[in-house]
Nanobody
Framework: HVQLVESGGGSVQAGGSLRLACKVS??????MTWFRRPPGKEREGVAT????????FYADSVKGRFTISHDNDKNTLCLQMDMLEPEDTAMYYC??????????????????WGQGTQVTVS
């Protein structure tokens, strides 16, 4: 069983930065993903990383602004968010999947979810 606990959300002005963290308890052979659900919209995948290789995938909307990383020693997933825009306002979720599709993971491919952390950009 895997447990995911996010932290680091908050409010920031446009152009600012935030760093999200997700503490992972347990072990899952697969990939880790950050999702977000903007107000009134569907949940969408933002970035995926394969911890064993470090390979990453990003949604077009965040390429060049967001960076996903995984600290294998601390078993912690991070999302560095720079040049934030009001459109980035959303609940952000950490997710774990046992699949390896070679792209950003889709919601139906997620096996474990975190509880979410709110990011508000004004």
């Amino acid at each position: 069983h895997v447990q995911l606990v996010e932290s680091g959300g908050g409010s920031v002005q446009a152009g600012g930065s935030l760093r999200l963290a997700c503490k992972v308890s347990g072990h899952l052979r697969g990939c880790m993903t950050w999702f977000r659900r903007p107000p009134g919209k569907e949940r969408e995948g933002v970035a995926t990383i394969y911890p064993r290789t470090g390979r990453t995938f990003y949604a077009d909307s965040v390429k060049g602004r967001f960076t996903i990383s995984h600290d294998n020693d601390k078993n912690t997933l991070c999302l560095q968010m720079d040049m934030l825009e009001p459109e980035d306002t959303a609940m952000y979720y950490c997710a774990a999947s046992s699949s390896f599709p070679g792209r950003v993971i889709r919601t139906e491919e997620v096996r474990y979810w975190g509880q979410g952390t709110q990011v508000t950009v004004s």
